[in-house]
């Protein structure tokens, strides 16, 4: 089956499942909270009134206290439902389950709930959490769950694990900055660590040069001396880029390694000034003059 229309399967797959369920959880990355929503779906649910959307902010154990809870004061003004939840370290996965239950009227015997979101946000460890044994196949890998899974957590509630969908026309440093392709599977190593050097320097500049104690001036540079930091040469002593860009690579998407996340006052300033731009766009009454 080609890439595309896996892709477009799994886009069904979990179309159907928003469909079928009375809760939606949507997943997303903690670091993340902008970049990781699948906007899209997130939309088909607020279309439909008689359903419940929560988005668990997960894998809050990798970013600071603070900026968490100023990302979820941001999205809670926007009017989204969100927990944040790690499930490495068991945060508030009962207070997700509680709300996924109290999200329906009593009357509701049965539960549906499905867990959606991009690859390797944590959909499956979440809900191997509620589970309370293993059962949904968790890996750190993205793009690990292949089909759909329903699980049964109480006799009231089943949940459903949906392949992580990755939302189209994403940049290939978005790609690698949400882990949501292998780096074997990328087609250029050495490519994507660029694009990943760079498009975490635009989000924070010094986050690489103090993890790695790096100076560089670009992505290529940084790839060099980190091969050559990590003693990467081939057996005739050129430095083995590939191998480094693998091993750079690996370290941020199957080892969260890099302390890289959005900056939430940034966002705010950026959203009041895109509020203000808009805002010109609009002329008083008075100076409309009539014709
Ligand atoms: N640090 C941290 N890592 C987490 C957390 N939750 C999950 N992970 C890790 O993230 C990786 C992906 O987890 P999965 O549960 O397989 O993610 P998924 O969303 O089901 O991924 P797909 O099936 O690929 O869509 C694994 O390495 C997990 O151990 C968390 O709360 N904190
Ligand atoms: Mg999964």
Not at 103 to 110: H, L, M, N, Q, S
Not at 189 to 203: F, M, Q, S, T
Request: with cysteine; glycine share 4%; proline share 6%.
């Amino acid at each position: 089956m080609s890439a595309s229309s896996k892709k477009r399967d799994f886009d069904t797959m979990v179309r159907r499942m928003i469909h079928g369920s009375d809760v939606i959880v949507e997943v997303i990355d903690a670091r993340f909270p902008t970049l990781s929503r699948a906007k899209k779906f997130e939309n088909l649910v607020l279309r439909n009134r008689s359903k419940q959307l929560f988005i668990a902010m997960n894998k809050v154990d990798l970013v600071p206290d603070p900026i968490v809870q100023k990302w979820k004061d941001i999205l809670q003004e926007e009017g989204i439902k969100v927990i944040p939840t790690s499930a490495r370290e068991r945060l508030s996965t009962s207070i997700l389950r509680n709300k996924i239950i109290r999200a329906v009227g009593k009357d509701f015997f049965y539960i549906t709930a499905c867990f959606i979101g991009l690859p390797n946000t944590g959909k499956s460890s979440l809900i191997n959490i509620l589970k309370g044994r293993s059962s949904a196949p968790v890996a750190p890998v993205p793009g690990f769950t292949r089909a759909l899974q329903v699980l049964r957590i109480t006799t009231r509630l089943r949940i459903y694990d949906t392949p992580g969908v990755i939302p189209k026309q994403l940049s290939l440093g978005d790609q690698v900055l949400l882990g949501l392709k292998r780096s074997e599977k990328l087609p250029d190593p050495i490519k994507g660590a660029w694009a990943l050097v760079h498009r975490i320097d635009e989000i924070n500049p010094d986050v690489i040069r103090e993890k790695y104690e790096i100076e560089y001036e670009s992505p290529p540079e940084f790839l060099e001396k980190f091969a050559e930091k990590r003693h990467r040469r081939m057996k005739g002593g050129e430095l083995d880029l590939d191998t480094a860009a693998l091993i750079f690579l690996n370290e941020h998407i199957n080892k969260a390694k890099i302390p890289v996340w959005e900056d939430p006052d940034l966002y705010l300033r950026k959203r009041d000034k895109d509020f203000e731009d808009d805002s010109d766009d609009y002329i008083d009454e008075e100076e409309v003059e009539e014709i």
